[in-house]
Each structure stands twice: as structure tokens, then as C-alpha cells.
């Protein structure tokens, strides 16, 4: 059972992903919004990119978000902590996605 | 650059380690006969994360199991090919003046620039072969170390050598000579999407006066525009004659359906490669079941550009080989005894 702790731990993990050691984006330039859905607790959470900065995260569901991420929570947290492979959730389908080719790379960085 | 026969040692060293992302491959096929049937037997050390890191050794004994049903052939699994994989192992590497080795698991490659040697042991299965170029080395983009732009994103480099193999395979306690016909290769980039590739072929050819190897890729960049990518090479053993390619195509002329990865494949292909010397004209047909380099995918919760539903399909293909070389001034030569692997990538919409 994932707490919102742990949630919250995975959520920010993500965005540390998106800063290099040296404290500059990892992708310069980068303005996107991520919606994650969390199926098993129903709930969603945004982040928004700009210029490769992530801003904090916010639970809500966004209007017009150029990433969509639905898995279950505990999926998230595997995936945050490495003991799931990107590939093989996509593979067993774990988790859904929708994004731009372009995205789909740059995805490699926070997931 | 002049061909040669040697390799440089830079070509055969891990490259890009240090990067945050990056792919090696070292990569042995062998092409024998043993109790008048025709065998091949795969050993693949590939590192890095964007591929994975694996062994690979694979054993293809079994010719095609093709039953044709009203409206389809159909190509069931073979029965006594063997495939073992070992997954997430480090990689252990030295390099010398004159030798790279490298070792993951159970395979460990010598590779120097006259000759290279694979080792494999595991679960009662033995293998020491030795790979001797059989003429010039060939190299993507003609030269050693080039780097290609085979997708907006993928940047690759590599050398291939079409070599004379000699050694020896036990399994099961049968020790099996070999004399035979195989690739050595190494390959390494530090960039891939592979999201970005709809279609590939990568082919080598052995042929008793001739050998080559093409690659043809098509994918789209992330603006959603086309991207083509060609290269090969190709070398008539018989008058010491190295042909770059200038066009290549690969069209396929008869399908079978893949019951393993529910869809269609080539099951014959015929391929035109054009030189300044001259026109290959091949027939190129599966040979043996393909080597499942990755687990044929359904990636039914992908939304990639709006498109739901994507399907991925990654095999090394053995194949057997007929065909000509015609020169401009009309002199034919036909090629004989065509071994070869043709390497497939498909990435398309479920």
C-alpha cells in the first residue's frame, strides 16, 4: 500500500530528475504540463516544466496537458525507485502514455 | 581511407561509457555445417542502457516449420533451436596494444585487429571460435569510426567483418568442428529513440566470391517528417574489388505470418544494391526461425502523436541468399552459397 508520504516522495523524485548535479535543467528550453493519474486512488496530480524547470507539483487535474501518465500509484513508486523497468511496465501495460514523438525521449529523464 | 584487413584498436573498445546513455555491441555469427545439415550459431555481448545489458547465444538447427493454411502461411516455433540470455551483468573490459577484451557472464571476446575469438561456457554448452577477416573490414558510412545519422535522434558508428570462422562447439557432450562463414561486429552510439524507427533492415551477406552488408532505415522525427537512412558496402572476393553502395532496396515479395508475434514478416525479400561498379540483385529468404531479440510487444496503452496502440517487433532473421552481380560493362558473376542474417525493426500502429 502506497501512503501519500511515499507518493509525494516519488513526485519529487521525478522532479530532482529534471536538474543536473550542477543545478541547470536537464532539458533547457523544455515548457510542457504532466498530468499524472493515479488509478487506484483516483487522483491527479500536475506538474508543470518551464524551461526545463519543474515547478512544484499540484493535485489537480489540468485542462490541457501535453503528457498524460496513468498508472497505479504503487506502479509510480516502482518506477521512481528503480525496482520497475520503464519498458517492461509499458510492455505489461502498467502504465499508459500519451505524448509527441519529441516527448517520448525526453520522458527518459523523470521516468 | 584505404580498406583493410586489420581493425584499429580504437575500433574495437567500448566507446562512450562515460556518457548517460550508451550502447556496445560485440557480435559473433558463425555459419557451419555439421552431419550434412546447415547451422548457425549467435554469441552477442551488448552493454549499456539504451538496449539493455545481455549475453545472447543462440543455436538455430531446425529449418522453417511453415504450414500453409487458406489464407496464410503460418511459421510455428522451431523445436530444437537453443536460446540463452543472461540479463544485467556487468561489463569487464581491458585493453592492451594489441588486444580488446571483453567479458559479460558466460561469453568472453578477444578482439584484435588481425583476428578476434569469442568463448561462451555455460549450462554444458562450450564454444572457441576465431574470426578471421576474409577481406577488407567493412564500416557504416564507409569509414572507421564514421558516424551516422540512422534516425533524427540515433547517431551510429561501427565496423563489420565478414570473416572465416574456425573452432569448435560442444553441446549435450557433442563436439561439433567448425568450419564456416561469420560476422564479427562491433557497434556503439550514445543517442537512440527508438521510438523514431518505423522500419529496418540490416543484412549481411556471405557468398563464396562476394560478401556485404546493407542497413536501410526509414523513421520519422519528432516534426513528424520522414527520415531515410541507407549504407553498405560490398566486396567481390574474387577480383579484390571494394564496391560502396550508392542505393540499396529491400523489398518484400512473400510474407508469412509470425504465429510468436501475431503478424506478418517477409518470409522472401529481393534486394538491389547499386555501386559505381556495378548492380547486386538478391533473393533473400528466411532460413531458419528468427532470433527474438526482444519479446514481440503490444504497447496497447501507447499514445505517440495522437496515434493509440503501437506494436514492436526486433529479430535477427537467418537467411539464405541467391542472386548476381552484374557489372556496367555486362560481365555477370553469379554468387554462390549465400549465407547470411537479416536483421528486422518494425515499430507501427497496432
Known sequence: ?111 | MQPSNRFEIDELTPKFLDQPEHFNDWYFTVHFEHGGRPLLAKFSITEGNLLGQATHFTFSQDPLRLETEPDAVVLHRALNDIILAEENLPLEHSCTDDTVQVKMGSLTAFCQPQQQRIVFDKEGIKADLTFTPRGPILHWKHKAGAVCQVTDVTRVSGSESLSDVRGEITINGQTMPVVGRGLFEHVWFSALNFFEIRHMNWIYAHFDEFYMYICHCESITSESRPFHFETGEMYMVINDEFMPADSLEVTPEQWVFLQEARRFIPLENSVVVRAAQGTLRLKVRLAHYPLILRPPTRLEGLTVDNVPGWQSLFFDGPVTLEGKFTYKDGRVVPLKGGVGINEVIRMGAL
Open chain 1, 1 to 111: 500500500m502506497v501512503t501519500q508520504e511515499m507518493l509525494l516522495e516519488a513526485l519529487e523524485k521525478a522532479r530532482a530528475r529534471m536538474i543536473g548535479a550542477d543545478g541547470t535543467p536537464v532539458l533547457p528550453g523544455w515548457d510542457r504540463k504532466i498530468q499524472y493519474h493515479f488509478t487506484d486512488i483516483d487522483e491527479y496530480w500536475a506538474m508543470v516544466v518551464e524551461d526545463g524547470r519543474p515547478q512544484p507539483v499540484t493535485r489537480e487535474e489540468l485542462d490541457d496537458p501535453d503528457i498524460r501518465l496513468t498508472m497505479s500509484a504503487e506502479t509510480f513508486v516502482g518506477l521512481m525507485d528503480k525496482t520497475l523497468s520503464g519498458l517492461v511496465a509499458m510492455t505489461t501495460g502498467k502504465v499508459k502514455v500519451k505524448a509527441s514523438m519529441a516527448d517520448m525521449r525526453k520522458m527518459q529523464v523523470f521516468m
